[in-house]
């Protein structure tokens, strides 16, 4: 009995090991999970003949190998990141921002965070101009493509 709870405490370390995030598939969880499973009943299984330590140990490979086939076909839903982009910037909240005293640089960063992308009219030009925006932004604005 010993040794069969020996077993089935490897195959949970192996199970919490094997959850890799780089992992596009569940194959791994689907291996321990099966594994585990797999061992349990073979483990009683064998138990009744005599052989609970062997019945284990078959029931632990059949489990992880059909776990595995079972994991290989899910995908694991994708990781979000820590910092998602904001929404592009509009032209006015590039105006408001440089009323409120941001820098240019900050301004820019911004720009380049949100992945902002402008389309600029002379008539834009004269209005970012007009509006106190200074020419190394508006350049940037208008390199982003």
Same mark, same amino acid.
């Given at each position: 009995?010993?040794? %069969?709870? *020996? ?6 370390? $192996? ?17 321990? &999970? ?9 483990g009683? &299984? ?8 062997g019945?284990?140990? &078959? ?12 994991? /290989? ?8 990141? $820590? ?14 921002l440089?009323?409120?005293?941001? *820098? ?6 911004? &720009? ?6 402008? /389309? ?6 004269? %209005? ?5 925006? /200074? ?11």
């Amino acid at each position: 009995m010993r040794k %069969y709870f *020996s077993v089935l405490a490897a195959l949970i370390f $192996a199970l919490a090991i094997l959850g890799c995030e780089t992992n596009k598939t569940r194959v791994a969880e689907g291996a321990g &999970i099966g594994g585990a499973v797999g061992a349990l009943a073979g483990g009683i &299984i064998g138990h009744q003949s005599g052989h609970g330590l062997g019945g284990a140990l &078959i029931g632990g490979a059949a489990g992880a190998g059909a776990g595995a086939l079972v994991g /290989s076909q899910i995908d694991k839903p994708a990781a979000k990141t $820590a910092q998602t982009p904001a929404t592009q910037l509009t032209i006015q909240q590039i105006v408001d921002l440089t009323k409120q005293g941001a *820098s240019g640089d900050d301004i820019i960063a911004k &720009i380049k965070f949100t992945h902002s992308k402008y /389309s600029l009219t002379p008539d834009d030009t004269d %209005y970012l101009k007009k509006q106190g925006v /200074s020419q190394r932004v508006i350049e940037e604005m208008q390199a982003v493509k």
